[in-house]
């Protein structure tokens, strides 16, 4: 025994002489090994009355509008942002998951510069229709862009329209006639400098049939536009006003079949700028539009009569500097389901804003849904199960940046909804009998507070005893278990984690996050060769008298040359005691 220890101290002698000369050699590089730092997947919750998935790559992916088809799933169409040194384009993207929000399958289209899709329609054949605008093909800056495609989303065709300035569509329906209807606006056929509102009717193959345009001397954009009960079309969006300053105001043109204009109203407060981005008629022949006053920084409810003569609106806040809507639809009461963001003072991001209100616009509830970072609600259908269900995007869950995201609720706009995001690894490589630290991710996507249990696993062996956590809604933490691997034998070992469902909580696809492999190896051998080596103790003199994160205070950062594994007894620290470790079993 005394021989032993005498060699041992020998070799860590060596060792420390072997340190000080490298750390002194001035062409000796020095640095840490990466260590692995795991990988994320979209997120999904499923329950009882509600869920929400996100469905993405590590682009930015941006979905506008939603609509359920006809076998009770979901179609979300919208933009894949694709960023190079040299430019950025836009794919667009058309995703159709099943009733539970299980991506079936995705189809992107365009060319080689930006395609972007706004609004889309189930088609009466089982298609869809998209509209958006595109500069890859067409005449002009860019072009109003239709595209038709079959069921599964394979592409029958596509048309452009637009002249040569920039003409870009945010809505369109299917009309009575099998053709279709697009909305937005066009600097290519305006009167007057700026933009005017652009109507334009086609068949059923695309082929353009008439197109008309609506403005005066300012801007006017349209954002929404629906096929009316006596055949005509209703357009919603802005009109600058010559008479205000700041001039915007929500504008309202109602047409003829034909499009030829019948009558126009504009609603708004004096010095507000405001937009209307959403149009409904109403079960009274009526019109509501919904949309925001930017100067103001709320959102606004408009009734109609037949004919656009206010009868009364409403203002919502709910207390960021930025509350605005995007979306809107009656409901099966008579009330009216409304979509948009908040401001989340906390993060300083926004947070997805669903509001119901009752037939005359008072807020019967409102929910906000997201994390930390930026949520947006752009659409809102009500399903046929009497609940909503909302797309937009997310950078706060998903796989990376921003995502499709898909919110199913209940009728009042509530679930419940936990979802372990991230698992890593302090280490890649732990000797056998010693520990690593295992950081599980965990987040609330619901609307309540939750409180649940959270285990992590080493190829399916538990290697911590559950931890209780408790989090706000759209709040997000951190758990990590010590992994003390005496029992386990030498390889590679798969993590995960697990949290365990809430109450209502059926779905469970996302509260199972499998994060990457940990090599459990014999104690020092931590380049994984199965040997305790020259090539380790230059791994721990690369790291000598380095400190890993928090080992000074909470959220101080790693010294240079930090690296976890060749801290072997896992204290913070590399330092003589790891390279005793390492004398211990050299050779």
Same mark, same amino acid.
């Given at each position: 025994?005394? @021989?032993?220890? @005498?060699?041992?101290?020998?070799?860590?002698?060596?060792?420390?002489?072997?340190?000080?000369?490298?750390?002194?050699?001035?062409?000796?590089?020095?640095?840490? +090994?990466?260590?692995? @730092?795991?990988?994320?997947?979209?997120? %999904?919750?499923?329950?009882?009355?509600?869920?929400?998935?996100?469905?993405?790559?590590?682009?930015?992916?941006?979905?506008?509008?939603?609509?359920?088809?006809?076998?009770?799933?979901?179609?979300?169409?919208?933009?894949?942002?694709?960023? *190079?040194?040299?430019?950025?384009?836009? /794919?667009?993207?058309?995703?159709?998951?099943?009733?539970?929000?299980?991506?079936?399958?995705? @189809?992107?289209?365009?060319?080689?510069? $930006?395609?972007?899709?706004?609004?889309?329609?189930?088609?009466?054949?089982?298609?869809?229709?998209?509209?958006?605008?595109? /500069?890859?093909?067409?005449?002009?800056?860019?072009?109003?862009?239709?595209?038709?495609?079959?069921?599964?989303?394979?592409?029958?065709?596509?048309?452009?329209?637009?002249?040569?300035?920039?003409?870009?569509?945010?809505?369109?329906?299917?009309?009575?006639?099998?053709?279709?209807?697009?909305?937005?606006?066009?600097?290519?056929?305006?009167?007057?400098?700026?933009?005017?509102?652009?109507?334009?009717?086609?068949?059923?193959?695309?082929?353009?049939?008439?197109?008309?345009?609506?403005?005066?001397?300012?801007?006017?954009?349209?954002?929404?536009?629906?096929?009316?009960?006596?055949?005509?079309?209703?357009?919603?969006?802005?009109?600058?006003?010559? +008479?205000?300053?700041?001039?915007?105001?929500?504008?309202?043109?109602?047409?003829?079949?034909?499009?030829?204009?019948?009558?126009?109203?504009?609603?708004?407060?004096?010095?507000?700028?405001?937009?209307?981005?959403?149009?409904?008629?109403?079960?009274?022949?009526?019109?509501?539009?919904?949309?925001?006053?930017?100067?103001?920084?709320?959102?606004?409810?408009?009734?109609?009569? %037949?004919?656009?003569?206010?009868?009364?609106?409403?203002?919502?806040?709910?207390?960021?500097?930025?509350?605005?809507?995007?979306?809107?639809?009656?409901?099966?009461?008579?009330?009216?389901?409304?979509?948009?963001? $908040?401001?989340?003072?906390?993060?300083?991001?926004?947070?997805?804003?669903?509001?119901?209100?009752?037939?005359?616009?008072?807020?019967?509830?409102?929910?906000?849904?997201?994390?930390?970072?930026?949520?947006?609600?752009?659409?809102? +259908?009500?399903? #046929?199960? #009497?609940?909503?269900?909302?797309?937009?995007?997310?950078?706060?869950?998903?796989?990376?940046?921003?995502?499709?995201?898909?919110?199913?609720?209940?009728?009042?706009?509530?679930?419940?909804?936990?979802?372990?995001?991230?698992?890593?690894?302090?280490?890649?490589?732990?000797?056998?009998?010693?520990?690593?630290?295992?950081?599980?991710?965990?987040?609330?996507?619901?609307?309540?507070?939750?409180?649940?249990?959270?285990?992590?696993?080493?190829?399916?062996?538990?290697?911590?005893?559950?931890?209780?956590?408790?989090?706000?809604? #759209?709040? *997000?933490?951190?758990?990590?278990?010590?992994?003390?691997?005496?029992?386990?034998?030498?390889?590679?070992?798969?993590?995960?984690?697990?949290?365990?469902?809430?109450?209502?909580?059926?779905?469970?696809?996302?509260?199972?996050? $499998?994060?990457?492999?940990?090599?459990?190896?014999?104690?020092? /051998?931590?380049?994984?060769? #199965?040997?305790?080596?020259?090539?380790?103790?230059?791994?721990?003199?690369?790291?000598?008298?380095?400190?890993?994160?928090?080992?000074?205070?909470?959220?101080?950062?790693?010294?240079?040359?930090?690296?976890? /594994?060749?801290?072997?007894?896992?204290?913070?620290?590399?330092?003589?005691?790891?390279?005793?470790?390492?004398?211990?079993?050299?050779?």
């Amino acid at each position: 025994m005394e @021989r032993r220890m @005498r060699k041992t101290w020998i070799i860590a002698a060596v060792l420390l002489m072997s340190i000080t000369f490298m750390a002194k050699a001035p062409t000796e590089k020095t640095g840490s +090994i990466a260590h692995f @730092r795991g990988f994320s997947s979209a997120s %999904s919750a499923d329950l009882a009355a509600g869920w929400s998935k996100t469905y993405g790559g590590t682009n930015d992916d941006e979905a506008w509008s939603i609509v359920q088809t006809s076998d009770g799933g979901y179609a979300l169409a919208g933009g894949i942002v694709i960023y *190079s040194i040299n430019d950025t384009c836009v /794919d667009s993207w058309l995703v159709k998951t099943d009733s539970a929000g299980n991506m079936q399958w995705n @189809r992107t289209y365009g060319g080689a510069g $930006t395609n972007e899709l706004f609004s889309i329609v189930q088609t009466s054949d089982g298609g869809f229709a998209l509209a958006g605008h595109t /500069d890859s093909f067409g005449v002009g800056a860019s072009d109003f862009w239709l595209v038709k495609t079959d069921s599964v989303g394979n592409m029958q065709w596509n048309q452009s329209y637009g002249g040569v300035g920039e003409d870009v569509a945010y809505s369109i329906v299917q009309t009575s006639d099998g053709g279709y209807a697009l909305a937005g606006y066009t600097s290519s056929f305006n009167t007057y400098l700026g933009y005017d509102f652009w109507l334009v009717k086609v068949d059923s193959v695309g082929v353009m049939q008439w197109n008309e345009t609506y403005g005066g001397t300012g801007a006017e954009e349209a954002y929404s536009i629906i096929q009316t009960s006596d055949g005509g079309y209703a357009l919603a969006g802005y009109t600058n006003l010559p +008479i205000r300053m700041p001039n915007d105001a929500f504008w309202l043109v109602k047409t003829d079949s034909f499009g030829r204009q019948q009558w126009n109203q504009t609603y708004g407060s004096y010095r507000d700028q405001d937009y209307a981005s959403s149009i409904v008629q109403t079960s009274d022949g009526g019109y509501a539009l919904a949309g925001f006053s930017k100067a103001g920084g709320n959102s606004l409810l408009v009734k109609t009569d %037949s004919t656009g003569n206010m009868e009364w609106s409403q203002s919502y806040i709910h207390g960021g500097e930025f509350d605005y809507l995007y979306s809107l639809i009656q409901a099966s009461d008579g009330g009216y389901a409304l979509a948009g963001i $908040t401001e989340n003072f906390a993060t300083y991001g926004y947070k997805a804003w669903f509001v119901k209100t009752d037939s005359i616009g008072n807020v019967q509830w409102n929910q906000t849904y997201g994390g930390s970072g930026y949520n947006y609600a752009e659409s809102v +259908i009500q399903t #046929g199960d #009497g609940g909503y269900a909302i797309g937009g995007c997310t950078n706060s869950f998903g796989a990376s940046g921003y995502d499709f995201w898909l919110i199913k609720t209940d009728a009042n706009g509530s679930l419940h909804d936990v979802a372990v995001v991230g698992v890593t690894s302090l280490k890649t490589v732990v000797g056998q009998g010693l520990s690593d630290n295992i950081t599980v991710t965990l987040a609330n996507e619901g609307t309540y507070t939750e409180t649940f249990n959270v285990t992590a696993y080493a190829n399916g062996t538990i290697i911590g005893m559950p931890e209780p956590v408790a989090l706000m809604s #759209g709040d *997000s933490a951190c758990v990590t278990f010590v992994w003390i691997a005496p029992s386990f034998e030498k390889g590679n070992y798969i993590i995960s984690a697990y949290a365990w469902p809430v109450p209502d909580e059926t779905d469970t696809a996302d509260n199972n996050h $499998t994060g990457g492999w940990v090599l459990v190896a014999r104690v020092g /051998d931590l380049n994984g060769d #199965g040997k305790c080596d020259g090539r380790d103790i230059i791994i721990v003199a690369r790291a000598f008298g380095s400190y890993g994160p928090d080992y000074y205070y909470p959220g101080s950062p790693a010294t240079l040359g930090w690296n976890p /594994d060749a801290d072997i007894n896992n204290d913070g620290k590399v330092d003589g005691r790891d390279l005793i470790l390492v004398a211990r079993h050299f050779g």
